[in-house]
């Protein structure tokens, strides 16, 4: 129960995702996939399990890394 319940959450973030993508120029044409994607890759920058390393002094740099990518890779 409490698993589906994450499950329809994450599936509501990555809808919402795939709405903006589906707006935006994207590298891909399945935007329910690529925001999947987004979503997986920076998890670590907001699941609260790694809540511990967001006290890290270079997270946003780490997390900046990621987005790069994302946007350079994936997104025009």
Known sequence: ECTELVDKSIDQIIG???ELIAVCPANSNDSEEL???IFY??????HPAHAN???RETI?????????????GFLK
């Open 41 to 46: 890759a920076t998890e670590r920058f907001h």
């Open 35 to 37: 925001a999947r994607s």
């Open 60 to 72: 946003e740099q780490e997390f900046n890394i990621v987005w790069n990518l994302i946007e350079k």
């Open 16 to 18: 919402q995702l795939s």
């Open 53 to 55: 390393e967001w006290k």
